[in-house]
């Protein structure tokens, strides 16, 4: 999501502003003038080389005030809010100083008494920038790694409703959202998983909304993850303002009705104010024969009561989606009980 360039380290940025400078001249009358202004120009290109690269990680992070909950916590999860300000302030004070040193040491270089001044200015300039490069060695290995957990938060526009698609494994959720989908949908990277999602885009009476796929995340209990994959799902929860929940009745998922119920019952738990629907998928498949039911199992919701699409043949997704959308676009008041498309 964000495109950070690489970092160096504190000695790669100084070589790289010293070697910039070794070819910097300068011209004049004499020899005190041409020594001046070699000074003058060095010491400003290593102020330059230092103050706009360092510039450029201090910008390429977007202000994580401003970023919304969904990539915050995200980032959050990844690399620590704080620590990342914390480098973060630490480059910014460091360029401020190297670009201030600079500019007093070119100062006083352009007014050197005599060429040996004007290389010991430099020389003191040098030693300077150098140090100060050094104290902020460990923020740039820490930038730089975060950096490539940053690339990892997927930049979704947060504001377009969005649908998240849940469902086991294999019920054929990303059937689903390119069914539903408008154009190919685009896969974008998810910290903790290693498919991304799969972010589809439609339009329906001028509004666009987003669908999404979450392959391995909201597909199967939170009881198999650890902590930091379960907060990377909850994560979802600023992403959704309404989850489809595909079951497959057909079984032929592999997993059994009943527990296709229970992780829908996490689901809701999880996401306590998204809208959630519930549909039933691979409706152009013959139901298994299921002879021996139990009193328990029949009185939870009757499977009739649920939609049946396919997501294989497009049956049924485009009206399930026009009544999901109406219910989404007239969104009912937060904490309302979750919604039934029948
Ligand atoms: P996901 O893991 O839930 O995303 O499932 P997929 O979308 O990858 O689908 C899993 C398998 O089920 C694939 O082989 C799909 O072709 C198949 N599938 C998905 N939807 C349907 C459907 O409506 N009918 C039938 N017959 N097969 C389907």
């Known amino acids: 999501m964000f495109p950070i360039p690489t970092v160096p380290t504190a000695q790669e940025l100084v070589d790289r502003a010293l070697r910039r400078a070794a070819k910097a001249t300068g011209k ?57 300000k914390h480098d973060l302030g630490a480059i910014d004070w460091c360029r401020d100083q190297v670009v201030r040193i600079c500019r007093q040491g070119a100062r006083a270089a352009g007014r050197a008494k005599d060429p040996t001044e004007a290389t010991r200015i430099r020389k ?142 996490e689901i809701r738990e999880a996401f306590p104010t998204a809208m959630i629907f519930e549909i039933e998928n691979k409706g152009d498949l013959e139901m298994p024969a299921r002879p021996n039911k139990t009193v328990e199992a029949s009185m939870k919701p009757s499977s009739t009561s649920r939609r049946r699409v396919s997501a294989l043949t497009g049956e049924g997704c485009t009206e399930f989606m026009e009544t999901a959308l109406a219910a989404i676009t007239s969104r009912v008041p937060e904490g309302a009980p979750p919604l039934r498309v029948d």
Do not use: W
Request: glycine fraction near 8%; aromatic fraction near 6%.
């Open 124 to 265: 003191a300039a040098y030693g300077r920038v150098s140090s100060l490069v050094n104290q902020i060695a460990p923020n740039l290995l820490s930038l730089a790694k975060a950096r490539g957990h940053l690339v990892r938060v997927p930049d979704i526009d947060t504001e377009m409703p969005t649908i998240v698609v849940a469902g086991y494994p294999n019920v054929g959720k990303s059937q689903f959202v390119r069914a539903v989908s408008t154009g190919k949908p685009k896969v974008a990277p998810y910290p903790f998983t290693t498919q991304g999602l799969g972010v589809g885009h439609l339009e329906r009476r001028h509004r666009r909304y987003l669908v999404v796929d979450t392959p391995g995340l909201l597909d199967r209990p939170m009881a198999e993850r650890n902590a930091v994959e379960r907060q990377a799902v909850l994560a979802l929860r600023h992403l959704a303002d309404a989850i489809v929940f595909l079951f497959d009745p057909t079984e032929t998922c592999g997993a059994p009705m009943e527990i296709q119920e229970r992780l829908l019952a």
């Open 28 to 84: 004049g009358q004499n020899r005190l003038e041409r020594a001046r202004r070699a000074s003058v120009a060095k010491i400003q290109t290593v102020g330059d080389t230092i103050g706009t690269t360092l510039k450029k990680y201090v910008e390429a992070v977007p202000s994580l005030e401003r970023l919304p909950e969904f990539q915050r916590e995200l980032v959050d999860l990844l690399v620590g809010v704080g620590t990342l």
